[in-house]
Nanobody, 121 residues
Framework: QVQLEESGGGLVQAGGSLRLSCAAS????????MTWYRQAPGKQRELVAG???????NYADSVKGRFTISRDNARNTMYLEMNSLKPEDTAVYYC???????????????WGQGTQVTVSS
């Protein structure tokens, strides 16, 4: 009924940049908060950055000043601009969205399948 699809991951050298996208599709009535998480091998999934429907943002301390989250409500898409990447940013990045579906107005959290980001030193 609702799908989230991430794109934009890849391999980059330390100091480089990547831009991730998360596109939502399906029976969407409204998208509330959207969030990026990441999970490195052997570690728990952690919040990277979040953005409300009104555009308020929050970031993990480890990415403040380097990453920028944004969204295009008309396109149901969220972005994560990642600059000055470090090897410790290597992880699978997942998007999460809090969505009311159309028709039944049920509110649920949805996850994308993840996109790999690898930063070489």
């Amino acid at each position: 009924q609702v799908q989230l699809e991430e794109s934009g991951g890849g391999l980059v050298q330390a100091g480089g940049s990547l831009r991730l996208s998360c596109a939502a599709s399906g029976r969407i009535f409204t998208i509330n908060a959207m969030t990026w998480y990441r999970q490195a091998p052997g570690k728990q999934r952690e919040l990277v950055a979040g953005i409300s429907s009104g555009g308020s943002t929050n970031y993990a301390d480890s990415v403040k000043g380097r990453f920028t989250i944004s969204r295009d409500n008309a396109r149901n898409t969220m972005y994560l601009e990642m600059n000055s990447l470090k090897p410790e940013d290597t992880a699978v990045y997942y998007c999460n969205a809090d969505i009311h579906t159309s028709g039944d107005y049920v509110r649920s959290a949805y996850w994308g399948q993840g996109t790999q980001v690898t930063v070489s030193s």
